[in-house]
């Protein structure tokens, strides 16, 4: 049944939209974990306030957001100077 699988032809176009389709849940998991977490983003854009100060609220956002799956293991390893 696995080969049945991997041996099914499927165009680029059709990878694709499964992979948007995919990352829809993905990133509203992620969103929801950063509005609960926020001390999380703000311990991030603590970090990165040397180094891009313009920017880093964002950023720390989008990192907490994309990273979710890692953080609830590693979150406390990151977060030291």
Not at 24 to 37: A, C, D, K
Not at 50 to 61: E, H, M, S
Request: charged share 15%.
């Amino acid at each position: 049944m696995f080969r049945r699988v991997l041996g099914r032809r499927v165009s680029v176009d059709q990878l694709l939209e499964t992979v948007m389709w995919l990352a829809i849940p993905y990133l509203l998991v992620g969103l929801g974990w950063s509005f609960v977490h926020a001390e999380q983003v703000a311990a991030i854009e603590k970090a990165l306030l040397t180094r891009l100060p313009a920017g880093a609220n964002l950023v720390a956002f989008g990192v907490e957001t994309v990273l979710w799956p890692l953080l609830p293991f590693a979150g406390d390893v990151c977060m030291t100077p």
